[in-house]
C-alpha cells in the first residue's frame, strides 16, 4: 500500500474572468522513504497540487467531483477530500504532512521566536508538555546542525542567515515526525553551496525519519540528485513520470528534452542555450488537444496532438509519457 | 529588562531634545509676528482712550525684558514654560497658565477620548473585516467609512445640535453644566464634564474612526495574503488563534505608529467643531490668539504645549511598538 495516492486529481479556482484551471487530471502515487520530484515551469501547477494535498490553496478553489487524494498513515486510509473543517484538517496541516516553503525568511512568522512557533506546532499535533515540546524543539535544531540550539531557539528568523533560517524551518517541519515533507522549491533562495548542504541535509532526515517527500522544484538538475521519481508538469497536467534516471536519461516527451536542453552545461561552455520556444499561454485560453502543442517545435502542422488529447502511455516500465501509442512505439 | 529600560530612557532624552528644537522654533515664529509685546499691549490701550508714546513703549519693552538678546529670552522663555509658565497673555496682561487653566487638558482629554473610540472600533472591525469574505459586511463597513471620512465634522455636529434640539430641547453644546462652569475641580463635576464630552468625543472619534478603519484594513489585508500566515495554516493553526497571533499581531506596529499622527489630525479638527458647540477649549483659543488678537504669548503657549504632548505621544508609542517588535526591540538594543 503506497503512502499516498492522488488519482485524477482536477483543480480550479473561480475568478471575475471565469473558471481557470490549475490542475487538470493528475494521478500519481508515492510510496515510504521515496521522493517525488515535482517539476515543472511556474504556473505549471506543481505547487498547486502539493497546496492541495494540505488543502492549502485559497478560498476560491474548486475541486473537480473525481479528484481523489488518499494518504495512508499507520494502516488507516484518510480521505483528505472529505476533510472539511480546520479542526480535521490538521491531520493533513502539520500532522501527518508537513511543508517547506521556498522562501525561509518570510515562511517565519517575524515577530515570533523560532522556539515558540515550534512549540506552538507541537502542542497541537503531539502530547508533549510544554518543556518536553522545547527539549524535543531544541534537540531538532541540533539534529539539523545548528549551532547553539538552545540560544538559537529563542531568537527570531531575522536573525538568522538564510541557510539557517532554512535548517530550522526542516526542523520544525520534521518535528511532529511527519509521514509526508512536502518541499517547495526549499532551496531556491538559497547559495548554491548551502543549497547542496540543505539537500544532503533532507536525505539523510528522509532516510532516517522513512518518510516520503515531494521535492518540488523548476531545476531538472536538483531533482537528478535528490529524486527517485520525477514527474514532468505543465500547465496543471503530467507531462512525463518515471524512475528519475530513465526520464532524465531517455526522456520521451519533447517537454522533458526541452527542460533538458535548457539547462545550461558546464562541461559544453560554447554551446548554446536551447529555451523552449514560445511562452506559457494565458491560463484562460487553455490550448486544445495536449497542451504543450502550441510550443512543441517535433510537432508537424495538422497533428493529432492538436485536438485530441494524448494518454499517459507507458514507454518502458514504470515510466509514462503522454504520447500516442503509435509515437511510442517509434520512440523506443 | 536592563537595556529596556536604557532604550526608553535614551528615547525620552530624544523626545526631549526634540522638544528644545521645537520649542526654538516656535519662538521664533513667535519673533517673527510684526511688533512685540509691548507694542501690542500699549497700541490696545491706545485704543480704550489713553495717550501712549514712544518713550512708553520703551519703557514697557525694558520691563518685559524685550531688550535682551533673542537667545537670551529664548532661554528664559523655555525655562518658563517647563515648569508651565508661559508668562502673560499680550493683550489681556494676565497669566497664561491661569488664562488656559484646564481648557487645554480638556482639549487633550476629548482628543485622547476620539483616538481611543476610533482605534476601541476601528482594530476589532478592521481585523475582522479583513479576514471575512462576507462581500455584503465589507461593503456596508466601506460605505459607513467613506461616509465618515466625507462628513464634515461641523455638518455632522450640527445635524446631532438639531436633532437634539428638536426631540430633546436640549442643544447638547458647552462641555458643563452652568452651575459647574466656574466651580472648583470636583468628582461631580467631571462626572458632569463627562457627560458633555462624550458629543465631541463621538463626533471628532467619527472620522477618525473611518480614518483608522481604513489603515487597519488595508495592513491587515496585506499581512493575511503573506507566506508565514499561509506556513502557520499548514502546522495545522487556525480560527481565531491563527487571526490574532499571526497576521494581527504582525499588524499592530504601523498601527501604533500611526497614533501620534491621528492624535495631530484630531486635534486640528477640534476648533471647527467646539466653535459650533460652544465649547471654550484650547483649540478655539488659539484660532481667537493667533486670528483675531494677535497675541502671540498666548499661540505659543498653546502650539508648545500641543507640540509637547504629540512628541510625548510618540514617545510612548516608540517604547510601545519596542514592547510588541523583536525586530525594533533588537535593532536599538544592539
Same mark, same amino acid.
Given at each position: 500500500?503506497?503512502?499516498?495516492?492522488?488519482?485524477?486529481l482536477?483543480l480550479q479556482?473561480?475568478?471575475?474572468?471565469?473558471?481557470?484551471?490549475?490542475?487538470d487530471?493528475?494521478?500519481?502515487?508515492l510510496?515510504?522513504?521515496?521522493?517525488?520530484?515535482?517539476?515543472?515551469?511556474?504556473?505549471s501547477?506543481?505547487?498547486?497540487t502539493?497546496?492541495?494535498?494540505m488543502?492549502?490553496?485559497?478560498?476560491?478553489?474548486?475541486?473537480?467531483?473525481?479528484?481523489?487524494?488518499?494518504?495512508?498513515?499507520?494502516g488507516?486510509?484518510v480521505?483528505?477530500m472529505?476533510?472539511?473543517?480546520?479542526?480535521?484538517?490538521?491531520v493533513v496541516?502539520?500532522?501527518?504532512?508537513?511543508?517547506?516553503f521556498?522562501e525561509?525568511?518570510?515562511s517565519? !512568522?517575524?515577530?515570533?521566536?523560532?522556539?515558540?512557533?515550534?512549540v506552538?506546532?507541537?502542542?497541537?499535533?503531539?502530547?508533549?508538555?510544554?518543556? @518536553?515540546?522545547?527539549?524535543?524543539?531544541?534537540?531538532m535544531?541540533?539534529?539539523?546542525?545548528?549551532?547553539?540550539?538552545?540560544?538559537?531557539?529563542? @531568537?527570531y528568523?531575522?536573525?538568522?542567515?538564510g541557510?539557517?533560517?532554512?535548517?530550522?524551518m526542516?526542523?520544525?517541519?520534521?518535528? $511532529?515526525?511527519?509521514?509526508?515533507?512536502i !518541499?517547495?522549491?526549499?532551496?531556491?533562495?538559497?547559495?548554491?553551496?548551502?543549497?547542496?548542504?540543505?539537500?544532503?541535509?533532507?536525505?539523510?532526515?528522509?532516510?532516517?525519519?522513512?518518510?516520503g517527500?515531494?521535492?518540488?522544484?523548476?531545476?531538472?538538475?536538483?531533482?537528478?540528485q535528490?529524486?527517485?521519481?520525477?514527474?514532468?508538469?505543465?500547465?496543471?497536467?503530467?507531462?512525463?513520470?518515471g524512475?528519475?534516471?530513465?526520464?532524465?536519461?531517455?526522456p520521451?516527451?519533447?517537454?522533458?528534452?526541452?527542460?533538458?536542453?535548457?539547462?545550461?552545461?558546464?562541461?559544453?561552455?560554447?554551446?548554446?542555450?536551447?529555451?523552449i520556444?514560445?511562452?506559457i499561454?494565458?491560463?484562460?485560453?487553455?490550448?486544445s488537444?495536449?497542451?504543450?502543442?502550441?510550443?512543441?517545435?517535433e510537432?508537424?502542422?495538422?497533428s493529432?496532438?492538436?485536438?485530441?488529447?494524448?494518454?499517459?502511455?507507458?514507454?518502458?516500465p514504470?515510466?509514462?509519457? !503522454?504520447l500516442?501509442?503509435?509515437?511510442?512505439?517509434?520512440?523506443? | 529588562m536592563?537595556?529596556f529600560?536604557?532604550?526608553?530612557?535614551?528615547?525620552?532624552?530624544?523626545a526631549?531634545?526634540?522638544l528644545?528644537?521645537v520649542?526654538?522654533?516656535?519662538?521664533?515664529l513667535?519673533?517673527?509676528?510684526?511688533?512685540?509685546?509691548?507694542?501690542?499691549?500699549?497700541a490696545y490701550k491706545? $485704543?480704550?482712550?489713553q495717550?501712549?508714546t514712544?518713550?512708553?513703549?520703551?519703557?514697557?519693552?525694558?520691563?518685559?525684558?524685550?531688550?535682551?538678546p533673542?537667545?537670551?529670552?529664548?532661554?528664559s522663555?523655555?525655562?518658563?514654560?517647563?515648569?508651565g509658565?508661559?508668562?502673560e497673555?499680550?493683550?489681556?496682561?494676565?497669566?497664561?497658565?491661569?488664562?488656559?487653566?484646564?481648557k487645554?487638558?480638556?482639549?487633550?482629554?476629548?482628543?485622547?477620548?476620539s483616538?481611543?473610540?476610533?482605534?476601541?472600533?476601528?482594530?476589532?472591525?478592521?481585523?475582522?473585516?479583513a479576514?471575512s469574505r462576507?462581500?455584503?459586511?465589507n461593503n456596508?463597513?466601506?460605505?459607513?467609512?467613506y461616509?465618515g471620512l466625507?462628513?464634515?465634522?461641523?455638518?455632522?455636529?450640527?445635524?446631532?445640535?438639531?436633532f437634539a434640539?428638536?426631540?430633546?430641547?436640549?442643544?447638547?453644546?458647552?462641555?458643563?453644566?452652568?452651575e459647574?462652569?466656574?466651580a472648583?475641580w470636583s468628582w461631580?463635576k467631571?462626572?458632569?464634564?463627562?457627560?458633555?464630552?462624550?458629543l465631541?468625543?463621538?463626533?471628532?472619534?467619527?472620522?477618525?474612526?473611518?480614518?483608522?478603519?481604513?489603515?487597519?484594513?488595508?495592513?491587515?489585508s496585506?499581512?493575511?495574503?503573506?507566506?508565514?500566515?499561509?506556513?502557520?495554516s499548514?502546522?495545522?493553526?487556525?480560527?481565531?488563534?491563527?487571526?490574532?497571533?499571526y497576521?494581527?499581531?504582525?499588524?499592530l506596529?504601523?498601527?501604533?505608529?500611526?497614533?501620534g499622527?491621528?492624535?495631530n489630525?484630531?486635534f486640528?479638527?477640534?476648533?471647527?467643531?467646539?466653535?459650533?458647540?460652544?465649547?471654550?477649549?484650547?483649540?478655539a483659543l488659539?484660532?481667537?490668539?493667533?486670528?483675531?488678537?494677535?497675541?502671540q504669548?498666548?499661540?505659543?503657549?498653546?502650539?508648545?504645549?500641543?507640540?509637547?504632548?504629540?512628541?510625548t505621544l510618540?514617545?510612548?508609542?516608540?517604547?510601545?511598538?519596542?514592547?510588541?517588535?523583536?525586530?525594533?526591540?533588537?535593532?536599538i538594543?544592539?
Amino acid at each position: 500500500m503506497s503512502l499516498l495516492d492522488v488519482k485524477n486529481l482536477t483543480l480550479q479556482f473561480k475568478t471575475d474572468e471565469g473558471l481557470i484551471t490549475a490542475v487538470d487530471d493528475v494521478s500519481f502515487s508515492l510510496n515510504k522513504g521515496e521522493v517525488l520530484g515535482l517539476v515543472g515551469e511556474s504556473g505549471s501547477g506543481k505547487s498547486v497540487t502539493a497546496k492541495a494535498l494540505m488543502k492549502l490553496n485559497a478560498s476560491n478553489v474548486v475541486y473537480g467531483d473525481n479528484s481523489q487524494i488518499t494518504l495512508n498513515v499507520e494502516g488507516q486510509a484518510v480521505d483528505v477530500m472529505a476533510l472539511r473543517r480546520p479542526r480535521d484538517l490538521r491531520v493533513v496541516r502539520g500532522g501527518a504532512i508537513s511543508m517547506i516553503f521556498q522562501e525561509p525568511m518570510a515562511s517565519f !512568522a517575524p515577530a515570533i521566536s523560532i522556539g515558540k512557533q515550534m512549540v506552538e506546532q507541537l502542542l497541537i499535533h503531539t502530547d508533549l508538555s510544554k518543556a @518536553q515540546a522545547k527539549e524535543l524543539s531544541i534537540e531538532m535544531l541540533d539534529r539539523v546542525g545548528i549551532t547553539e540550539p538552545a540560544t538559537r531557539f529563542n @531568537q527570531y528568523a531575522f536573525e538568522m542567515s538564510g541557510g539557517m533560517r532554512q535548517r530550522a524551518m526542516i526542523a520544525m517541519a520534521l518535528s $511532529t515526525k511527519p509521514k509526508l515533507l512536502i !518541499a517547495d522549491e526549499p532551496t531556491t533562495a538559497l547559495d548554491v553551496t548551502i543549497q547542496a548542504q540543505v539537500i544532503d541535509l533532507m536525505k539523510d532526515l528522509v532516510a532516517e525519519f522513512q518518510m516520503g517527500i515531494i521535492f518540488i522544484t523548476h531545476d531538472l538538475g536538483v531533482v537528478a540528485q535528490t529524486a527517485d521519481k520525477v514527474a514532468v508538469m505543465y500547465l496543471g497536467r503530467i507531462m512525463e513520470q518515471g524512475p528519475v534516471r530513465d526520464v532524465i536519461r531517455t526522456p520521451a516527451h519533447a517537454y522533458t528534452r526541452g527542460l533538458l536542453n535548457a539547462l545550461p552545461k558546464l562541461d559544453d561552455l560554447d554551446a548554446p542555450l536551447m529555451p523552449i520556444p514560445g511562452d506559457i499561454p494565458s491560463p484562460l485560453e487553455r490550448p486544445s488537444g495536449c497542451v504543450f502543442h502550441p510550443r512543441n517545435p517535433e510537432l508537424r502542422p495538422g497533428s493529432r496532438y492538436e485536438v485530441e488529447r494524448p494518454p499517459l502511455t507507458e514507454v518502458r516500465p514504470g515510466h509514462f509519457a !503522454a504520447l500516442f501509442p503509435e509515437d511510442v512505439a517509434g520512440e523506443s | 529588562m536592563l537595556n529596556f529600560a536604557r532604550f526608553a530612557a535614551t528615547r525620552a532624552a530624544m523626545a526631549l531634545v526634540t522638544l528644545v528644537i521645537v520649542s526654538l522654533v516656535v519662538f521664533s515664529l513667535m519673533e517673527l509676528v510684526p511688533g512685540d509685546c509691548a507694542e501690542r499691549y500699549l497700541a490696545y490701550k491706545n $485704543t480704550q482712550g489713553q495717550a501712549i508714546t514712544l518713550a512708553d513703549i520703551e519703557a514697557e519693552r525694558v520691563r518685559l525684558g524685550l531688550d535682551r538678546p533673542f537667545l537670551t529670552r529664548w532661554a528664559s522663555w523655555l525655562g518658563g514654560a517647563f515648569q508651565g509658565d508661559f508668562g502673560e497673555s499680550c493683550i489681556l496682561r494676565v497669566d497664561i497658565a491661569q488664562l488656559l487653566g484646564s481648557k487645554f487638558w480638556i482639549s487633550l482629554g476629548v482628543c485622547l477620548g476620539s483616538l481611543l473610540l476610533a482605534y476601541a472600533i476601528a482594530i476589532p472591525v478592521g481585523i475582522l473585516s479583513a479576514a471575512s469574505r462576507n462581500a455584503a459586511l465589507n461593503n456596508l463597513l466601506r460605505v459607513l467609512s467613506y461616509l465618515g471620512l466625507a462628513l464634515p465634522n461641523f455638518l455632522l455636529a450640527l445635524m446631532i445640535m438639531l436633532f437634539a434640539t428638536v426631540y430633546y430641547g436640549n442643544t447638547l453644546t458647552g462641555l458643563f453644566s452652568p452651575e459647574f462652569k466656574d466651580a472648583p475641580w470636583s468628582w461631580a463635576k467631571f462626572v458632569d464634564l463627562a457627560k458633555h464630552a462624550w458629543l465631541p468625543v463621538f463626533i471628532l472619534g467619527w472620522s477618525a474612526t473611518a480614518f483608522a478603519l481604513q489603515t487597519v484594513r488595508a495592513l491587515m489585508s496585506d499581512e493575511i495574503g503573506k507566506l508565514y500566515v499561509t506556513a502557520a495554516s499548514a502546522r495545522g493553526i487556525y480560527g481565531t488563534r491563527l487571526l490574532w497571533r499571526y497576521p494581527a499581531r504582525h499588524a499592530l506596529g504601523p498601527i501604533v505608529n500611526s497614533l501620534g499622527f491621528d492624535l495631530n489630525r484630531i486635534f486640528n479638527e477640534l476648533p471647527v467643531v467646539a466653535l459650533i458647540l460652544t465649547l471654550t477649549e484650547a483649540g478655539a483659543l488659539l484660532l481667537e490668539a493667533l486670528a483675531r488678537s494677535n497675541d502671540q504669548q498666548m499661540a505659543g503657549a498653546i502650539i508648545f504645549l500641543l507640540t509637547a504632548s504629540i512628541v510625548t505621544l510618540n514617545f510612548a508609542t516608540d517604547v510601545l511598538l519596542a514592547a510588541i517588535d523583536p525586530r525594533v526591540r533588537k535593532s536599538i538594543l544592539r
